[in-house]
């Protein structure tokens, strides 16, 4: 049995979640390290205090920034985003020299994640939207969107969405008179009202892909300013990863060579930012074999009998795109971004999808939103719902979208889910 969203309560409310954890995170250990301290040590109890307020707060800011985002299970951000909150604060204390309770610090980090994880449990997790739906015009598309419990309406009441999150209809419809003084007093009265295409945008986390004109792709160019700033992040984070995977893809590498023969690297020519070529490095992980069609060949189908035994496992676990640290030291490539396709693949779909040259705005990533919410695919209908997760990305591009990907990242490589 789910609670609806629209059902507030203190319980439900994000001050009550920034005020308890602020007690339970800040306030409880310093009272219960306040006792023990030796005289002389108030600064460093008074600081630890102030360090911890800052990081729930930092910790709240930036869950709040990452819940906006569809796909997201509050579960899996409260962990990195509490250890962001608190290092960052502790980042402050050691470069500031300050003095702190250092037992403070470590029991409100703990408390932190504890409470989190007691409020999904108790409430979030039982939690479901609940949207009104006017029923007119393009609306029925809401109903293959399972993830929300939908009211459909069946006169203009305001009373009759009480308990509801929020209002949607189809301002491009031909609205009756009723239904348009409805939707205005739903505004005027403070209720959320969607336009149904830009709802289903943020739940299914696609862009609808139906005409040019109806795409607006002065909406979907990239942040310039973050652009620069994350390459130069993926650069310097490839840089500081490096030391620690080599040795994973050392053993790797010899496992391949002695374990199987044949080349440790697969090179191919894929197509990156601005529809510039270059060449992708990847452990190999099928057996050679000579295929006349270069789609066909591209193409990796359900149970491909040239996986090798140990590529299987590689490719479950995302192990195989280890090689593309390379692809990102040469500026070819970033952490997160639409996936690279083949050439022969990318010329394809050109031909077969309007605007697909549109993903190549940005750089390709190791991992991507259509990674991490579909896996991989080859068909056109799939690489088609592909596109529409991409220029999504595309919209939506910014520190936090990439962060929600980072997190799933971490799931989709744990569980394998999308390989092939």
Avoid at 73 to 91: D, N
Avoid at 197 to 218: A, C, M, P, V, Y
Avoid at 225 to 230: E, G, I, L, P, T
Avoid at 279 to 286: A, D, E, G, I, N
Wanted: proline share 6%; aromatic share 12%.
């Amino acid at each position: 049995m789910t609670t609806p969203l629209g059902s507030r309560t203190i319980l439900t409310s994000r001050r009550f979640h920034l005020a308890s954890t602020f007690v339970v995170a800040a306030v409880v250990p310093f009272l219960l390290r306040l006792p023990a301290a030796p005289i002389g040590h108030a600064p460093a109890m008074i600081n630890a205090l102030v360090a911890n307020t800052l990081a729930v707060m930092i910790a709240f800011w930036i869950r709040l920034s990452i819940d906006v985002y569809p796909g997201i299970r509050r579960s899996y951000a409260i962990v990195p985003t509490v250890l962001a909150g608190h290092g960052i604060v502790f980042a402050g204390l050691i470069a500031t020299r300050l003095p702190y309770g250092r037992m403070s610090l470590i029991l409100g980090g703990l408390f932190h994640i504890g409470w989190l994880y007691l409020l999904y449990i108790a409430i979030e997790r039982k939690s479901r939207r609940h949207i009104a739906v006017v029923p007119a015009g393009g609306v029925d598309v809401l109903r293959d969107v399972t993830n929300v419990e939908w009211l459909w309406l069946k006169r203009p009441r305001l009373s009759d969405t009480r308990g509801c999150n929020a209002i949607v209809a189809d301002f491009s419809a031909d609205l009756p008179a009723e239904w348009e003084t409805f939707l205005a007093e739903a505004a005027i009265a403070g209720r959320i009202v969607y336009q149904h295409k830009q709802l289903i945008e943020s739940l299914t986390g696609r862009i609808q892909l139906d005409h040019l004109s109806e795409n607006t792709f002065g909406s979907l160019i990239p942040s310039r300013s973050y652009f620069y700033v994350k390459s130069l992040l993926d650069f310097i984070f490839a840089l500081l990863v490096l030391p620690f995977v080599l040795p994973i893809m050392l053993l790797i590498a010899a496992k391949l060579r002695f374990g199987e023969g044949g080349p440790v690297l697969f090179r191919q020519k894929r197509v990156g930012q601005g529809g510039r070529e270059f060449t992708v490095f990847k452990f190999r992980t099928m057996a050679p074999c000579k295929i006349s069609n270069p789609v066909v060949a591209a193409i990796t189908i359900p149970n491909d009998s040239r996986i090798t035994p140990t590529g299987r496992f590689l490719r479950k676990y995302r192990l195989d795109e280890l090689p593309q640290i390379i692809n990102i030291l040469r500026w070819e490539m970033s952490w997160i971004g639409p996936r690279p396709e083949a050439k022969s693949l990318s010329s394809w779909y050109k031909d077969e999808i309007p605007f697909y040259v549109y993903r190549h705005v940005v750089k390709p990533g190791i991992t991507g939103w259509a990674q991490v919410n579909q896996g991989h695919v080859a068909n056109i209908d799939d690489v088609y719902e592909k596109l529409q997760y991409d220029f999504y990305y595309i919209k939506n591009f910014s520190p936090w979208l990439d962060l929600l990907i980072l997190l799933r990242t971490i799931k989709t490589m744990a569980t394998g889910f999308g390989h092939r």
